[in-house]
């Protein structure tokens, strides 16, 4: 089955370059410009494999986002990988105690991208 | 954008010098598609010691007893690419059962574990398996694990032993977790805690010389190294491989990589995604 993911970024050209990687990879993609926006997706019923996130976004933060998806028992199996300028290691923690999964400081490339993906079991097929 | 006039200045009569200086202390074998790599990677060395040219660097290597620029020269032509939890599937393998299960084994008796990584490079591979360790062996402190990790290149060693990485090189592969877990910040250099760091002993060895320091392990990893020797020379290892692996041990190589064709002796055990080879009869599956 296709797998399907959600990129949220407030930065149009990263949201691209995200979705292009991922589209590549055999993902079906949509993306979000803010954390609320995303929520929406989800609640709408539609669900998702992979959310890859920003940190600094308007509305609500990708950290915000991260949080409230984790209160939500019917996304446990969403994986959060959060993909952000933040490269404090406190930041990092507060992330993953939060409940992301992974953590991606910019910049990367795609190859990193697949690394972390492959950790989390979430690399698609093609690629 | 390399510089053609300083570059395309490699003759063949120069490009066979190198090539046999390289085969004969690093036993790395370089076809005629390699001129351009060597010239790219003797340029640095070239400019920085005032040679002019990589042209003149050669008659310098030439003219002198084997030295100080010749190991400068030998350890610039090595590609060290390397990455922590590289294609983490045998990582994964490492975790959920090979040593799990030698642990097991291993915990009424010598309650010791002996791992080896042959090419180790900047480091990342050793470290990513002490990482492993402490994550998996919980009373840890009550076992003797003896982790070493060696490589040619003397550069490359006195890099894996300061343990310090830059940002580029922990954002890949290594799980964020470890990350938070095992390293402290210092700007935006990352350096690996003591509790990981103290665990591997790094020294120099080629692995076509004699292998003096190396005991009987359970684990080998030459991991994306025997690729760049000749059929013969990788035969050559794997044979002294399997002496110095314990039978119920397991040989880690590169995910590209092999012993079916090379060596016999080994059977491949496969561990979800992972491949390890076994010293025993037949090539296995
Ligand atoms: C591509 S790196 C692989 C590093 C690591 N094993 C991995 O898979 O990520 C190859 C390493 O082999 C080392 N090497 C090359 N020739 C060698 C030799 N004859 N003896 C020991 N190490 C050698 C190089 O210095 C380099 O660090």
């Not at chain 1, 795609?110 to 993906?117: A, R, V, Y």
């Not at chain 2, 510089?3 to 120069?14: G, H, P």
């Not at chain 2, 003149?56 to 032509?77: C, F, N, Y």
């Not at chain 2, 390293?183 to 120099?204: A, N």
Request: contains cysteine; glycine residues 8%; hydrophobic residues 40%.
């Amino acid at each position: 089955m296709t797998k399907k993911a959600l990129v949220i970024d407030d930065s149009r050209a990263m949201r691209t370059i995200l979705s292009g990687i991922l589209g590549g990879l055999g993902y079906e993609v949509q993306g979000a410009e803010d954390g609320g926006r995303a929520l929406d997706i989800l609640n709408a019923g539609e669900l998702f494999d992979l959310a890859l996130v920003d940190w600094n976004m308007p509305q609500m933060t990708g950290y915000d986002f991260v949080c409230e998806v984790r209160k939500e028992p019917r996304f446990a199996d969403l994986r959060l990988v959060m993909v952000t300028t933040e490269t404090e290691i406190s930041r990092m923690s507060e992330a993953l105690e939060a409940g992301a999964d992974e953590y991606i400081m910019k910049p990367f490339n795609k190859e990193m991208l697949l690394e972390k993906l492959m950790l989390l079991g979430v690399e698609a097929d093609r690629g | 954008m390399r510089n053609r006039a300083e570059t395309s200045d490699l003759t063949q009569v120069d490009f066979d010098f190198v090539r046999t200086l390289v085969k004969q202390h690093s036993s790395i074998s370089l076809d005629d598609s390699k001129g351009y790599l060597i010239s790219s990677r003797l340029l640095p060395i070239a400019r920085g010691g005032g040679f002019g040219s990589v042209a003149a660097l050669i008659a310098h290597l030439r003219s002198r007893p084997h030295g100080k620029v010749h190991t400068e020269v030998l350890e610039a032509v090595a590609t060290t690419e390397t990455s922590f939890f590289r294609d983490f599937h045998p990582y994964e393998a490492l975790r959920d059962q090979v040593i799990p299960d030698l642990i097991r084994k291993r915990r009424e008796s010598t309650r010791m574990l002996s791992i080896w990584s042959g090419a180790c490079s900047s480091g990342q591979e050793p470290y990513s398996v002490a990482m492993v360790l402490r994550q998996v062996i919980p009373d840890i402190d009550t076992w003797t694990i003896q982790l070493l990790a060696s490589d040619f290149s003397g550069a490359m060693i006195e890099r894996a032993r300061k343990g310090v990485f830059k940002q580029l090189e922990v954002n890949r592969g290594l799980p964020a977790h470890l990350l938070v877990r095992y390293f402290d910040q210092h700007g935006v250099s990352w350096w690996l805690k003591d509790e990981v760091k103290r665990m591997v002993t790094f020294f120099q060895q080629n692995l076509d010389r004699e292998w003096t320091r190396i005991p009987q392990v359970d684990l080998v990893f030459l991991r994306n190294v025997l690729i760049y020797f000749d059929v013969e020379t990788r035969r050559r290892i794997l044979r002294k491989v399997r002496r110095h692996l314990r039978p119920d041990g397991f040989l880690v190589m590169g995910a590209a990589e092999t012993t079916l064709s090379l060596d016999d002796s080994f059977r491949r055990v496969q561990f979800g995604r992972a491949a390890f080879y076994q010293p025993g009869e037949g090539s296995g599956q």
